[in-house]
């Protein structure tokens, strides 16, 4: 019998991701489980915004972890907990890989991403996962449920 009792979510704050952490929500409920909520902040980005601002990329990682922070604290705020344990984190890397060594760190028994992020979905993704998730699926032996967006009722 399967049994989860963490759940990794992970977070661009999307409204993809959206939909993942309501899936997340109901699962954790169902198995008592308890939440992390995690975002990561591509250093690919931080290392840009280094170079744009010459200066080094460490020097900017504590502004960037506040913002992601609060970013993390908007999207509990406007999705809610509804009561369940969630613990946020912010990690620093490339995406998928963070997720992939936090979920192990951390040993989560279930990942759970959204189906495509903030940069939207094109024809490719509409037949297969996201970059980031398809990669998190591949690097994982835990079971990771992508989640797709909310259809809008009509």
């Not at 290392?47 to 913002?67: D, I, M, N, W």
């Not at 990942?111 to 996201?130: A, K, L, M, Q, T």
């Amino acid at each position: 019998m399967v049994d989860f009792k963490a759940i990794l979510v992970a977070t661009d704050f999307s409204e993809c991701a959206g939909a993942a952490f309501k899936v997340a929500k109901n699962l954790a409920r169902g198995f008592k489980a308890k939440l992390i909520l995690l975002h990561v902040i591509p250093q690919s980005v931080l290392t840009r915004v280094a170079e744009y601002l010459k200066v080094e990329p460490g020097s900017l990682l504590p502004e960037f972890r506040e913002q992601a922070q609060q970013g993390l604290d908007g999207f509990m705020k406007e999705y809610g907990h509804d009561g369940l344990e969630v613990t946020s984190m912010v990690g620093v890397g490339i995406p998928f890989q963070e997720i992939a060594v936090i979920a192990r760190d951390l040993a989560a028994d279930l990942i759970v991403v959204g189906g495509y992020g903030r940069s939207g979905r094109g024809p490719i993704e509409e037949v297969f996962f996201g970059s980031t998730a398809e990669k998190v699926v591949r690097l994982l032996p835990c079971p990771v449920l992508c989640v797709p967006l909310e259809k809008e009722e009509k």
